[in-house]
T-cell receptor
Framework: DTGVSQDPRHKITKRGQNVTFRCDPISEHNRLYWYRQTLGQGPEFLTYFQNEAQLEKSRLLSDRFSAERPKGSFSTLEIQRTEQGDSAMYLC????????????FGPGTRLTVT | GNSVTQMEGPVTLSEEAFLTINCTYTATGYPSLFWYVQYPGEGLQLLLKATKADDKGSNKGFEATYRKETTSFHLEKGSVQVSDSAVYFCALSHYGGATNKLIFGTGTLLAVQP
């Protein structure tokens, strides 16, 4: 068990560019979550997958954000036309459905939009 | 809506001091309650949990008791160490709900001095 991994760990981009982040959950986990954490705040829920199905999206997830989980394994989060307000730490977590109160977090991807 | 409020930091203590970090919540129904810890440069780790009223979660010398009458889940440790220096997040979720998404407080930075 190698834990949840995220790539890249850091991303600096210019305003208006598109970025894509990847999350690899723990292999047997069927639930996958994305959260966003800004400086001095706790993580905020963005979206959730059970297997390949995206079952809930937060109002925080504007139309510029899209997430996928093809084949129910890894997930990608894409932000189009980035804005400075998108600068944050993007966290991925995974869990098993029947013990889903135990979410295991990855190290996060820190996005800086200049 | 559901929310978590925790005491602001930073909390600065000397080694072997007693620690309390206050956490209160607002939620419908019967949420599960958690404390997560984030060490410098690392991802969030589940520290302890409690899934029903009067449950006591404990791990690594830390304890918290789910108090429904006061809607609280205060974190305590009898004797802190320098290695406990981290950011601590209180969180809730509705286990058995559709997503089990976590709702976090803003975090409390703990700094333990030798």
């Amino acid at each position: 068990d190698t834990g949840v991994s995220q790539d890249p760990r850091h991303k600096i981009t210019k305003r208006g560019q598109n970025v894509t982040f990847r999350c690899d959950p723990i292999s047997e986990h069927n639930r996958l979550y994305w959260y966003r954490q800004t400086l001095g705040q706790g993580p905020e829920f963005l979206t959730y997958f059970q297997n390949e199905a995206q079952l809930e999206k937060s109002r925080l997830l504007s139309d510029r954000f899209s997430a996928e989980r093809p084949k129910g394994s890894f997930s990608t989060l894409e932000i189009q036309r980035t804005e400075q307000g998108d600068s944050a730490m993007y966290l991925c977590a995974s869990s098993l459905a029947w013990t889903s109160y135990e979410q295991y977090f990855g190290p996060g991807t820190r996005l800086t939009v200049t | 809506g559901n929310s978590v409020t925790q005491m602001e930091g930073p909390v600065t203590l000397s080694e072997e001091a007693f620690l309390t970090i206050n956490c209160t919540y607002t939620a419908t129904g019967y949420p599960s309650l958690f404390w997560y810890v984030q060490y410098p440069g690392e991802g969030l780790q589940l520290l302890l949990k409690a899934t029903k009223a009067d449950d006591k979660g404990s791990n690594k010398g830390f304890e918290a008791t789910y108090r429904k009458e006061t809607t609280s889940f205060h974190l305590e440790k009898g004797s802190v160490q320098v290695s406990d220096s981290a950011v601590y997040f209180c969180a809730l979720s509705h286990y058995g709900g559709a997503t089990n998404k976590l709702i976090f407080g803003t975090g409390t930075l703990l700094a333990v001095q030798p």
